[in-house]
């Protein structure tokens, strides 16, 4: 049985999956689906976390929208994210960045790293 549901998952891996981790801006093209319309909005935010492995892996993006804080959790291998686009590298120390949600203004950003 585990055999078979492995390679169902397989089947749904993406090839083309960017390199990106927690602490970085990033953009995430999302497929939004309207009636019988289909369009392509866009997220832009820091990485709060990654998780799981092979077809099940997540990241949150956290961002601030009208001065509101809103997360989003997106598949990494879902055929609804278009695209991830990186716009700038973070610094942190951490594998889970919970500590922004207490954060606003200046003391929520991350410092860029710098290679």
Same mark, same amino acid.
């Given at each position: 049985?585990?055999?078979?549901?492995?390679?169902?998952?397989?089947?749904?891996? %993406?090839?083309?999956?960017?390199? &990106?981790? +927690?602490?970085?801006?990033?953009?995430?093209?999302? %497929?939004?689906?309207?009636? @019988?319309?289909?369009?392509?909005?866009? &997220?832009?935010?820091?990485?709060?976390?990654?998780?799981?492995?092979?077809?099940?892996?997540?990241?949150?993006? $956290?961002? &601030?929208?009208?001065?509101?804080? +809103?997360?989003?959790?997106?598949?990494?291998?879902?055929? @609804?994210?278009?695209?991830?686009?990186?716009? $700038?590298?973070?610094?942190?120390?951490?594998?889970?960045?919970?500590?922004?949600?207490? $954060?606003?203004?200046?003391?929520? %950003?991350?410092?860029?790293?710098?290679?």
């Amino acid at each position: 049985m585990n055999d078979i549901i492995k390679s169902i998952e397989a089947e749904q891996l %993406k090839e083309n999956v960017p390199v &990106f981790n +927690v602490g970085d801006t990033v953009k995430v093209y999302g %497929k939004i689906k309207e009636g @019988n319309r289909e369009r392509i909005q866009v &997220f832009e935010g820091t990485v709060l976390k990654k998780q799981g492995g092979s077809a099940r892996a997540t990241f949150t993006v $956290r961002k &601030f929208s009208n001065g509101v804080g +809103v997360e989003k959790t997106w598949p990494l291998h879902s055929p @609804n994210v278009e695209k991830v686009e990186v716009v $700038r590298r973070g610094k942190v120390r951490r594998a889970k960045l919970y500590y922004l949600r207490d $954060r606003v203004g200046k003391a929520a %950003k991350v410092k860029e790293l710098v290679r």
